[in-house]
């Protein structure tokens, strides 16, 4: 069957799915209606033409700025940084951070050929440039390699202007995504974060 084949193999290529979860969901997907598959097309269609990426911090919104961005209650002077979107989502169900955000859309992977230019680092330092509010930059990259290369690749490059440098700390596994970390564990995280000291050479 080449079409149930090219399903799977459309499938196995989402994250985090593996070939007998990409198996199993394809014949879900088969079992159900035409009405819920028709439903399922269509809420894909219409993510992929109203959601985009907010013109300040780079989340996904419906709007030019997204709410977070708008919301003037949030706290300006603190600035946290992130891989994903997903990430956004993890931190502010933790319940823990009032400030804004800044979304890279990846982390530096010299192995996978992406660098400095291939995410959203130039925003990040005309951000903090452009806006004398910010005092402090929380790096809150994953803790894998590619994260810790990331965050120390703009500790060095943040350390020239007049901000607080900190790394998110306490509760979350070394090689995790911040996307699975509970919230009670996030929450330590930034209440736990430290400053970076950055060291002259």
């Known amino acids: 069957m080449k079409a149930f084949e090219k399903l799977i193999s459309s499938l196995k290529r989402l994250p985090g799915l593996g070939p007998k ?3 199993r ?8 209606s035409g ?3 028709e439903a399922l097309i269509g809420a894909i269609r219409e993510a992929k033409t109203n959601i985009r990426t907010c013109a300040v911090c780079f989340t996904y919104s419906e709007t030019e700025i997204c709410a977070i ?3 003037e209650a949030r706290d300006r ?17 933790s319940r823990s951070f009032r400030g804004r955000y800044h979304v890279l859309h990846g982390a530096l992977s010299p192995l996978e050929g992406i660098g400095p230019d291939m995410i959203r680092t130039r925003e990040l330092f005309e951000r903090v440039r452009a806006d004398s509010g910010v ?4 790096l809150a990259t994953d803790p894998d390699t590619e994260g810790e290369a990331t965050a120390l690749y703009l ?3 943040l350390a020239k202007f007049p901000v607080k440098i900190t790394r998110i700390a306490l509760g979350v596994p070394m090689g995790g995504d911040l996307d699975y970390v509970d919230e009670r564990t996030m ?3 930034l209440l736990g974060r430290r400053e970076i000291v950055h060291k002259e050479s």
């Open 69 to 71: 961005c708008s919301d």
């Open 25 to 32: 969901i394809a014949l879900h997907l088969l079992r159900v």
């Open 35 to 37: 009405a819920e598959s």
């Open 155 to 157: 500790h060095e490059a």
């Open 21 to 23: 979860q990409a198996e």
């Open 77 to 93: 002077a603190t600035l946290c940084v992130v891989e994903e979107p997903s990430d956004v989502s993890a931190i502010e169900r």
């Open 187 to 189: 929450s330590s995280a």
């Open 135 to 138: 005092r402090e930059v929380i």
